[in-house]
Each structure stands twice: as C-alpha cells, then as structure tokens.
C-alpha cells in the first residue's frame, strides 16, 4: 500500500511541473488506455485508448493554455481558435 502512494505522488509531482498541454496529454492517455484495455481486453485496444485519449487531452491542454480563446469548428470540420463570447 505505501508503495502505491509514493508511486501516485511521484506521478503527482512530475505532472505539476509541465504545462497544461503536457498534463492533458498524459491524463488523456492514461485514462484512454485504461478504458480501451478495459472494453477490449487487449493490449491492442490499450494501445488505441492511449493514442486517442493523448490527442484529445493535447486539444483541451491547448485550449487551456491560451485563455480567453475558444476552440471552434467550422462547417468543413477544421479546427479554429476565436476570442470566448462573454
């Protein structure tokens, strides 16, 4: 049990030094892994979690970082950022 909680700090602390991108990156894909390997029993669906869950806490890092601006799409499906409505 104490192995586990300096474990989980250690994680704790390595992650209050990056920056919000980095953060949600490793958030988006730990947790993405732990719910792909979990709803398809494989490393293969683990491994496709990861991925999925890092670029989507990559996007919300970013959008975090410059605050006052919104992440948008347009009607094509391309990726903007504007000024946040007030």
Do not use: F, N
């Amino acid at each position: 049990m104490m192995k586990k909680i300096v474990l989980i700090g250690a994680l704790v602390g390595a992650l209050a030094s990056c920056t919000a991108t980095e953060q949600g990156t490793a958030i988006g894909a730990g947790s993405g892994a732990l719910i792909g390997g979990a709803i398809s029993h494989s490393w293969g669906g683990a491994a496709v979690g990861a991925v999925a869950g890092g670029l989507a806490g990559a996007l919300i890092g970013q959008s975090v970082e410059r605050r006052g601006y919104c992440v948008y799409r347009d009607r094509y499906g391309r990726r903007y950022e504007a000024r946040c409505p007030r």
